[in-house]
């Protein structure tokens, strides 16, 4: 069972820069796709960026326009987000998530592991 934990999350003002962390437990972090997703209320959640253990992503491009860059550290089991030139349309939970098939793909369901979510909140 692969547990994962988000942390990073706060309140930044539009145009503003965060990171954040999703720290993986419990089982062969080598083994797994990690991927990031947002949501809002009322929406459904929405695929920003997945990595594979060696480096490949996929990418929504739509949505990061550049300004996003996921990365992972293999060692330490720790995914990241960058988030840089925040806007008000950022504003949402994000949540860490994992596969174990080895897919790249954007489809949450795809994924079997979620963490609890992060708050990131882009306001004046």
């Known amino acids: 069972q692969l547990h994962l934990v988000e942390s990073g999350g706060g309140l930044v003002q539009p145009g503003g820069s965060l990171r954040l962390s999703c720290l993986a437990s419990?089982?062969?972090?080598?083994?797994?796709?990690l991927a990031w997703f947002r949501q809002v209320p009322g929406k459904e959640r929405e695929f920003v960026s997945a990595?594979?253990?060696?480096?490949?992503?996929?990418t929504n491009e739509d949505l990061m326009k550049g300004r996003f860059t996921i990365s992972r550290d293999n060692d330490k089991n720790i995914v990241f987000l960058d988030m840089n030139s925040l806007k008000s349309e950022d504003t949402a939970v994000y949540y860490c998530?994992?596969?174990?098939?080895?897919?790249?793909?954007?489809?949450?369901?795809?994924?079997?592991?979620w963490g609890q979510g992060t708050q990131v909140t882009v306001s004046s």
């Open positions: 990595i594979h253990y060696f480096g490949g992503k996929l």
């Open positions: 998530a994992a596969n174990d098939k080895n897919e790249m793909t954007l489809m949450a369901s795809a994924y079997n592991y």
């Open positions: 419990g089982h062969t972090f080598a083994d797994y796709v």
